[in-house]
């Protein structure tokens, strides 16, 4: 399993921006997808945004528009810049990250829920405030 390192959480005011990084190790997976996952109090883990290494990626619905997932393959990293945040985004960010399977890699998707995701960062915190 890849080790992950998250930072970049903090507390805005609604309507401002944040920008989440996720750091790992080389990855041992020739084909992989990765993406960020949130988690309020009470409420379950859902997926924010998820990408593949060779760049499809997925956004859930609440987030279009408003959160753009990147990643920078040379140095390992993953993004996740958040704008026009809302007090609803509020929740511990977590960076996680998997083997694609040959047959996503083909129809050029990743997986979206959690279950699919083996390897899991600490989190991030972030509070919006309205």
């Known amino acids: 399993q890849e080790q992950l390192a998250e930072s970049g959480g903090g507390s805005v005011q609604a309507g401002g921006s944040l920008r989440l990084s996720c750091v790992t190790s080389?990855?041992?997976?020739?084909?992989?997808?990765w993406g960020w996952f949130r988690q309020a109090p009470g409420n379950e883990r859902e997926g924010v945004a998820v990408i593949s290494k060779y760049g499809n990626s997925i956004y859930a619905e609440s987030v279009k528009g408003r959160f753009t997932i990147s990643q920078d393959s040379a140095e390992n990293r993953l993004f996740l810049q958040m704008n026009s945040l809302k007090p609803e985004d509020t929740a511990m960010y977590y960076c996680a990250a998997d083997a694609q399977t040959w047959t996503d890699y083909l129809r050029g998707r990743c997986g979206g829920s959690s279950a699919d995701f083996r390897s899991w960062g600490q989190g991030t915190q972030v509070t919006v405030s309205s």
């Open positions: 080389e990855y041992q997976y020739s084909l992989y997808c």
